[in-house]
């Protein structure tokens, strides 16, 4: 009886129905028919059960009962039984989830090991660790992971299985050829693995979500419509594993993606939060799976102006990711990316030069010199160096040596090459060699019209949005809001001139509809530009100031002049404060491209139209006066920058006045508030025992 319950158990697991599974094993563990505890039946139920825990999410129960059937295997059976090592495939699995990796590769190698030392295993039972062992190895050791991944289809294959395994083996595949860039490959996979689970498996198991979250991927670099798709693996997950279950994690990350692409921010702060709650229930606060979340929800809260939100949760994310780089055993590339480009973010610019190079160094060491890795660490690289005002002459011998890597391994028609050249166009332009880049920028043309319109990402975009205009007008929001998205995925890739024309006819359309109310249009435009103002940072020394504009700093120059143009137009003194800083990040972005007459005489303007609108000693006057200071000392002008300074140690001094008068009150209120609580605390508190009969 006992077994045919258990029967019952593994086909509700086998069915994705898990809580089900729990509620059948449960009825089994400790059953005086269920064996002594040194009985294999009991083994059994444990690894059983510790699987069922590990699909619902509760990782330490899970952990516990693994650990017991391997235990009880052992002495049952020894340890080169295939038993044996299924127990320590659960095991491993669940180690790799809960962010023990080192330990769950252990496991995992040795129960391959045992498979592979043991005459009588099924061909299925080895191809199933070999798949396991190659989606533990895929973070470390991509080459590694896909030997393993090729030797496991391949003895699915030989066995004629058309199983979920397989599948999932297919899939894992199929996700490292889309972190390769090959997208038709990965695609394929998935679209096999979809048809094999549609055969073996319920609409509503959550291997089919995954299925369409995997497809759903693919969808979104072609820039197709997937948010229905994404929902409905979303409400399949959901059902499956609980609405707090880990796992859910990538489908809420999947749709947050989704919503940031399309431009409703909103949604995908949402998602994103959900994903920060999940992980920090499972795992807790200090989980390493919370740092490119973190990073970025932080991106998303810049977009929403939630400026020390998004700080504080950079910083976040920054911790832990330098905490991962010291406790990891083996250097990880990746991260050390991930890291620079997060304290890139914050303008930190040395630091984040530095990993950006140790992140390549390391490239180069464990992969090779000549390797796909290394191409990649030294093409972020070298942005990060054009972007921070660097010596171009070193980004563009990285692009170079990049695109030699990249056009042996890859062919000279790949999209990565693409990505590179228009890199280095951007960094001739940054030069004023712009007929050079304009060579270079045809080269990709060419390249994107080899491939295909079909493999482009723009020529998909640009065909969504001629569908969508004509079904839906020019003047739609949904197709307004579209026409941006394009516009900057346009510049996103080098192609200035396009992305100019597709914003203008963007900007021309807003101006119709924010007739009644300029003031929206400025506050639009002064926000888009502080989005691609180079990274300088004014208040940091020493300066490093490029002697020419790229097309970036042109475009944000244009946007701030014609937002400070309408706030001039506008009349009375409502909107002064977002006039005045706009034309303080004029003068940055001026001085940022070397033109600091312009900026000068622009901080000069801010200036005046601060002290007209404000006292003289009001502190509102320091943004714009620190500016006006520091573009004079870029001139040399030493007596004027030191009037400045001057200045500025008066309003300090004025301003902490003015801070210690308006605190002094409140401070007041506080003590006689904390007093009076104390005396309500002496009236009511008595010591046990104290009480009166009143």
């Not at 919503?259 to 909103?266: E, F, M, P, Q, S």
């Not at 975009?461 to 079904?471: C, E, F, P, T, V």
């Not at 208040?539 to 309408?566: F, M, N, Y």
């Amino acid at each position: 009886m006992g077994n045919t319950i258990r029967e019952e158990a593994t086909n509700a697991y086998n069915a994705g129905r898990y809580f089900e599974s729990e509620e059948i094993l449960c009825s089994l563990i400790g059953h005086p028919n269920g064996g002594g505890l040194n009985d294999k039946v009991n083994a059994d139920l444990w690894l059983d059960y510790g699987l069922v825990l590990t699909e619902l999410g509760r990782f330490q129960e899970a952990h516990q009962f693994l650990k017991r059937s391997l235990e009880l295997y052992e002495q049952l059976l020894g340890r080169e039984s295939v038993d044996y090592a299924n127990a320590l495939r659960a095991l491993g699995k669940l180690c790799c989830e809960i962010e023990q990796e080192d330990d769950g590769r252990t496991y995992l190698l040795e129960a391959l090991q045992v498979m592979r030392n043991t005459h009588r295993c099924p061909a299925r039972a080895t191809a199933r660790v070999l798949a396991d062992v190659a989606d533990a190895e895929r973070k470390y050791n991509k080459r590694g992971a896909i030997q393993y991944f090729e030797e496991a289809l391949s003895m699915y294959a030989q066995v004629g299985e058309s199983s979920g395994e397989y599948a999932e083996a297919l899939e894992n595949r199929s996700n490292i050829c889309l972190l390769e860039g090959k997208l038709d490959e990965a695609e394929a996979g998935f679209r096999k693995s979809y048809a094999m689970r549609e055969k073996c498996l319920r609409a509503d198991h959550p291997h089919m979500a995954y299925s369409l979250l995997n497809l759903a991927q693919c969808a979104l670099i072609k820039d197709a419509a997937v948010e229905d798709q994404l929902k409905k693996a979303l409400d399949i997950a959901s059902v499956a594993w609980g609405p707090m279950n880990p796992r859910l994690a990538v489908f809420h990350i999947g749709l947050g993606a989704h919503y940031r692409t399309v431009g409703r921010i909103g949604e995908s702060a949402n998602c994103f939060e959900r994903v920060v709650s999940i992980r920090e229930s499972a795992f807790g606060v200090r989980s390493h799976s919370l740092m490119y979340v973190f990073y970025a929800l932080a991106a998303v809260y810049g977009k929403l102006r939630r400026t020390t939100e998004a700080q504080v949760l950079r910083a976040r994310s920054e911790a832990l990711m330098k905490a991962k780089l010291a406790e990891s055993k083996e250097p990880d590339a990746n991260l050390m990316a991930r890291l620079a480009d997060l304290l890139f973010c914050e303008q930190r610019f040395e630091e984040a030069l530095y990993f950006f190079e140790l992140a390549e160094q390391t490239a180069c060491s464990l992969h090779g010199s000549h390797s796909l890795k290394a191409a990649e660490m030294m093409f972020l690289r070298a942005i990060a160096i054009r972007k921070s005002g660097g010596e171009l002459d070193r980004a563009k011998a990285l692009l170079r040596t990049a695109l030699q890597i990249q056009k042996k391994t890859l062919g000279k028609n790949h999209p990565d090459v693409a990505k590179t050249l228009t890199s280095l166009a951007l960094c001739l332009n940054a030069e004023g060699l712009n007929h050079i880049a304009e060579v270079l920028q045809e080269q990709v043309r060419a390249i994107n019209f080899a491939v295909g319109n079909q493999h482009s990402r723009l020529a998909a975009m640009q065909a969504k949005y001629n569908q969508m205009r004509d079904l839906q007008g020019e003047r739609h929001p949904g197709v307004v809001q579209y026409l941006r998205i394009l516009s900057d995925a346009y510049r996103h890739d080098g192609f200035l001139k396009e992305a100019a024309a597709l914003e203008e006819q963007y900007y021309k359309v807003r101006e119709e509809e924010t007739a009644s109310d300029r003031v929206e249009l400025a506050r639009e435009l002064a926000i888009r530009a502080q989005t691609i103002i180079p990274g300088v940072n004014l208040l940091k020394k020493p300066w490093v100031i490029p002697t020419t504009a790229d097309g970036e700093q042109e475009h944000a120059i244009s946007l701030l002049q014609r937002a400070a143009s309408i706030y001039s137009q506008t009349a009375g003194s409502t909107h002064q404060s977002e006039r005045i800083s706009t034309l303080v990040d004029l003068v940055v972005a001026y001085a940022s491209c070397g033109r600091l007459a312009q900026a000068e005489s622009t901080a000069i303007d801010a200036v005046t139209l601060a002290e007209a609108s404000t006292d003289p000693r009001h502190w509102s006057l320091r943004t714009p006066l620190e500016k006006l200071g520091i573009v004079l000392e870029l001139q040399d002008k030493e007596a004027d920058a030191a009037a400045i300074r001057d200045r500025l140690t008066s309003l300090s001094a004025a301003t902490s006045r003015e801070v210690e008068e308006y605190l002094r009150p409140i401070r007041e209120r506080a003590q006689s508030v904390f007093r009076l609580m104390r005396e309500l605390e002496a009236i009511h508190w008595q010591p046990q025992g104290s009480q009166t009969n009143d």
